[in-house]
T-cell receptor, first 116, second 111 residues
């Protein structure tokens, strides 16, 4: 089915471990985004990508790494997980300029990550 | 930088009550404004948007008007239902691709 898919939906890991969250979209959207959602903070941008092989930092990028070798995939890696990275992570995609689109960003259902 | 401030929750209402969620923003340019809704266990969905001053966005009985003079984009619904229980996020975009979100307001509607 067309859409944006995140995996896994739930993940528990330990501090110091490396963990990768996957995001896959079937629309061939140019832009992709990673957010984290924490109580009292709303959604904060971690990284975004304007196209394959083009990525840039958001406001909370420390401790995270991304790659985008293919347009449809945008994995997020926590290189050495810390407890402060316990959160719900959302991936989103956008086909075009935010103001010109009827649905500026399409969101996945999220990954709930717990770091013990 | 750009920022969005929305009223803190949680908000608890009875069915058929009137709902208002306040949202104000700070931006250097002329942003587009959005309301997103998040139902339990799901990602965010666009509820409505407005791209210029005095525009009114509307969807599913919800409305919000872009007020440049008060830098506000308050969300309203005249008669809520239990199915409107969700977290509501106000957001702005002052560029072509990045969104800045408010903290979210949890709304619970009781039968």
């Amino acid at each position: 089915d067309a859409g944006i898919t995140q995996s896994p939906r739930y993940k528990i890991t330990e501090t110091g471990r490396q963990v990768t969250l996957m995001c896959h979209q079937t629309w061939s959207h140019s832009y992709m985004f990673w957010y984290r959602q924490d109580l009292g903070h709303g959604l904060r941008l971690i990284y975004y990508s304007a196209a394959a092989d083009i990525t840039d930092k958001g406001e909370v990028s420390d401790g995270y790494v991304v790659s985008r070798s293919k347009t449809e995939n945008f994995p997020l890696t926590l290189e050495s997980a810390t407890r402060s990275q316990t959160s719900v992570y959302f991936c989103a995609s956008s086909p075009d300029r935010v103001s010109a689109s009827n649905q500026p960003q399409h969101f996945g259902d999220g990954t709930r990550l717990s770091i013990l | 930088g750009d920022s969005v401030t929305q009223m803190e929750g949680p908000v608890t209402l009875s069915e058929e009550a009137f709902l208002t969620i306040n949202c104000t923003y700070t931006a250097t340019g002329y942003p587009s404004l959005f309301w997103y809704v998040q139902y339990p266990g799901e990602g965010l969905q666009l509820l409505l948007k407005a791209t210029k001053a005095d525009d009114k966005g509307s969807n599913k009985g919800f409305e919000a008007t872009y007020r440049k003079e008060t830098t506000s984009f308050h969300l309203e619904k005249g008669s809520v239902q239990v199915s409107d229980s969700a977290v509501y996020f106000c957001a702005l975009s002052d560029s072509d691709y990045k969104l800045s979100f408010g903290a979210g307001t949890t709304v619970t509607v009781r039968a």
